[in-house]
Protein backbone atom coordinates (compact mmCIF):
# COMPACT_ATOMS: atom_id res chain seq x y z
CA UNK A 1 0.00 0.00 0.00
CA UNK A 2 1.31 3.25 -0.73
CA UNK A 3 0.90 6.30 1.08
CA UNK A 4 2.12 9.73 0.84
CA UNK A 5 3.14 11.46 3.79
CA UNK A 6 2.31 15.21 4.08
CA UNK A 7 4.72 17.21 6.38
CA UNK A 8 2.70 20.01 7.66
CA UNK A 9 4.75 22.69 10.05
CA UNK A 10 4.88 26.28 11.12
CA UNK A 11 7.87 28.00 8.87
CA UNK A 12 8.52 30.91 11.29
CA UNK A 13 9.49 27.70 14.15
CA UNK A 14 12.11 26.81 11.61
CA UNK A 15 13.45 30.27 10.46
CA UNK A 16 13.56 30.78 14.57
CA UNK A 17 15.66 27.60 15.25
CA UNK A 18 19.41 28.10 15.17
CA UNK A 19 22.00 27.01 12.88
CA UNK A 20 22.69 23.89 15.30
CA UNK A 21 18.87 23.25 15.97
CA UNK A 22 18.38 23.34 12.26
CA UNK A 23 21.42 20.60 11.73
CA UNK A 24 19.99 18.31 14.23
CA UNK A 25 16.78 18.29 12.91
CA UNK A 26 18.12 17.64 9.32
CA UNK A 27 20.40 14.74 11.07
CA UNK A 28 16.99 13.54 11.89
CA UNK A 29 15.37 13.58 8.81
CA UNK A 30 18.38 11.92 7.47
CA UNK A 31 19.00 8.53 9.88
CA UNK A 32 14.77 8.44 9.20
CA UNK A 33 14.99 8.53 5.45
CA UNK A 34 18.28 6.30 5.21
CA UNK A 35 16.26 3.32 7.56
CA UNK A 36 12.56 3.81 5.81
CA UNK A 37 15.41 3.64 2.39
CA UNK A 38 17.06 0.67 3.83
CA UNK A 39 13.90 -1.23 4.55
CA UNK A 40 12.78 -0.53 1.13
CA UNK A 41 9.85 1.50 1.90
CA UNK A 42 10.97 4.66 0.95
CA UNK A 43 9.41 5.55 -3.01
CA UNK A 44 10.07 9.04 -3.09
CA UNK A 45 10.62 12.28 -1.13
CA UNK A 46 11.46 15.87 -1.19
CA UNK A 47 11.10 18.96 0.59
CA UNK A 48 9.88 21.96 -0.16
CA UNK A 49 10.79 25.58 -1.04
CA UNK A 50 9.46 27.93 1.50
CA UNK A 51 5.44 28.68 0.66
CA UNK A 52 6.53 32.63 -0.20
CA UNK A 53 8.12 30.90 -3.54
CA UNK A 54 4.57 29.02 -3.90
CA UNK A 55 2.20 29.88 -7.01
CA UNK A 56 -2.15 28.38 -7.18
CA UNK A 57 -3.17 28.61 -10.02
CA UNK A 58 -7.03 27.93 -10.52
CA UNK A 59 -9.02 28.10 -13.56
CA UNK A 60 -12.89 29.68 -13.70
CA UNK A 61 -14.61 30.09 -16.37
CA UNK A 62 -12.09 28.60 -18.67
CA UNK A 63 -9.73 31.17 -18.16
CA UNK A 64 -6.64 30.61 -15.59
CA UNK A 65 -5.92 32.66 -12.26
CA UNK A 66 -2.94 32.46 -11.08
CA UNK A 67 -1.98 33.71 -7.27
CA UNK A 68 1.12 34.27 -5.20
CA UNK A 69 1.33 31.81 -2.24
CA UNK A 70 -0.24 28.44 -1.09
CA UNK A 71 -3.85 28.28 -1.62
CA UNK A 72 -4.85 29.05 2.07
CA UNK A 73 -4.06 31.14 4.78
CA UNK A 74 -2.93 28.33 7.99
CA UNK A 75 -0.12 28.62 10.87
CA UNK A 76 0.97 25.14 9.41
CA UNK A 77 2.61 25.06 5.72
CA UNK A 78 3.37 21.81 3.79
CA UNK A 79 7.07 21.54 3.73
CA UNK A 80 7.50 18.35 2.33
CA UNK A 81 6.57 14.65 1.63
CA UNK A 82 7.65 11.17 1.60
CA UNK A 83 5.97 8.50 -0.31
CA UNK A 84 6.57 5.28 0.85
CA UNK A 85 5.34 1.71 0.54
CA UNK A 86 3.82 -0.11 3.95
CA UNK A 87 2.16 -3.28 4.51
CA UNK A 88 -1.04 -1.20 5.49
CA UNK A 89 -2.63 1.46 6.86
CA UNK A 90 -1.43 1.55 10.36
CA UNK A 91 1.99 0.76 9.27
CA UNK A 92 2.17 4.37 7.10
CA UNK A 93 0.68 5.54 10.31
CA UNK A 94 3.63 4.37 12.38
CA UNK A 95 6.22 6.00 9.93
CA UNK A 96 4.39 9.20 10.06
CA UNK A 97 4.61 9.29 13.85
CA UNK A 98 8.89 8.99 13.09
CA UNK A 99 9.04 11.99 10.63
CA UNK A 100 10.76 14.38 12.95
CA UNK A 101 8.19 17.32 12.18
CA UNK A 102 5.17 15.84 13.58
CA UNK A 103 6.81 16.51 17.31
CA UNK A 104 6.11 20.57 15.98
CA UNK A 105 3.64 20.61 13.24
CA UNK A 106 0.84 17.64 11.50
CA UNK A 107 2.03 14.49 9.24
CA UNK A 108 -1.18 14.17 6.47
CA UNK A 109 -1.26 10.11 5.69
CA UNK A 110 -3.03 9.70 2.79
CA UNK A 111 -3.14 6.91 0.62
CA UNK A 112 -2.69 6.71 -2.76
CA UNK A 113 -5.55 4.83 -5.27
CA UNK A 114 -3.66 1.73 -6.88
CA UNK A 115 -3.29 2.41 -10.58
CA UNK A 116 -2.33 -0.84 -11.55
Do not use: C
Not at 60 to 66: E, F, N, P, S
Not at 96 to 105: K, N, Q, T
Amino acid sequence: MDSLLLIYSNEQHWEAMSESERGAVLAEYQAFTDDIAKQGQLKAGEALQPTSSASTVRVRDGKALTTDGPFAETREQLGGFYLVSAKHFDEALALAARIPSARVGSIEVRPIFPTR
